[in-house]
């Protein structure tokens, strides 16, 4: 079991910043990559980034260039650092931690953050 507490989230005017941080506990060892996710009102849930253990990362095109994933292993923590936010990143922004064997997704709380214009 792999237990997962973001924070970080928050109201911020368009142009400001957040960084989030998602904190793992428990069967901390058989995890894999971690990422984040966000979920707009009546929209479905969509990939922001991703990050392997090996440091690896990835984002979502919408995001690139604004957003950083960064990963502490030793803290077992995650971040996003999201810079020149926007009314579209207003969303729930939720933590993923992956293990590979057996395959399974672990999901945190959410944590909402709302961008104003």
């Known amino acids: 079991q792999v237990q997962l507490v973001e924070s970080g989230g928050g109201l911020v005017q368009a142009g400001g910043s957040l960084r989030l941080s998602c904190a793992a506990s428990?069967?901390?060892?058989?995890?894999?990559?971690m990422g984040w996710y966000r979920q707009a009102p009546g929209k479905q849930r969509d990939l922001v980034s991703t990050?392997?253990?090996?440091?690896?990362?990835n984002y979502a095109d919408s995001v690139k260039g604004r957003f950083t994933i960064s990963r502490d292993n030793a803290k077992n923590t995650v971040y996003l650092q999201m810079n020149s936010l926007k009314p579209e990143d207003t969303a729930v922004y939720y933590c993923?931690?992956?293990?590979?064997?057996?395959?399974?997704?672990?999901w945190g709380q959410g944590t909402q953050v709302t961008v104003s214009s």
């Open positions: 993923e931690a992956t293990v590979p064997l057996p395959p399974y997704a672990y």
């Open positions: 428990g069967s901390i060892f058989a995890i894999g990559a």
């Open positions: 990050i392997t253990r090996g440091g690896s990362t």
